[in-house]
């Protein structure tokens, strides 16, 4: 079994940054892809960043290009990082960590994580 926790939100006006932080415990030996998901009230949760076991590969989406960084720690490799630069108002929401339960999959899907952390608030102020 495989446990994922993020942190690192907070409320920010528009234009700040954040880095928010996720940790994978547990059964990790085998390695894993890890994403980033958001959900706004009254949304469907969706796909923000992903990043491949190496950390040489990742993966995001339009509406964060340029802004966001996904990137996993160098000597904890089970440890997972998503910069958020000039963030908008638009990008409030819970954001979820999530792993995938082989290190070849980092992509959108949401039904390929299996394992899923509380999530964290992040607030954009206008």
């Known amino acids: 079994q495989v446990q994922v926790a993020e942190s690192g939100g907070g409320l920010v006006q528009t234009g700040d940054s954040l880095k928010l932080v996720c940790v994978a415990s547990?059964?990790?030996?085998?390695?894993?892809?890890m994403g980033w998901f958001r959900q706004a009230p009254g949304q469907e949760r969706e796909f923000v960043a992903a990043?491949?076991?190496?950390?040489?590969?990742?993966?995001y989406t339009d509406s964060v290009k340029g802004r966001f960084t996904i990137s996993r720690d160098n000597f904890q490799r089970n440890t997972v990082y998503l910069q958020m630069n000039n963030l908008r108002p638009e990008d409030t929401a819970i954001y979820y960590c999530?792993?995938?339960?082989?290190?070849?999959?980092?992509?959108?899907?949401?039904?390929?994580?299996?394992?899923w952390g509380q999530g964290t608030q992040v607030t954009v102020s206008s």
């Open positions: 999530a792993a995938s339960p082989v290190d070849t999959y980092y992509g959108p899907a949401i039904k390929e994580y299996h394992y």
């Open positions: 547990g059964r990790t030996d085998s390695g894993h892809g």
């Open positions: 990043i491949s076991w190496s950390g040489r590969s990742t993966h």
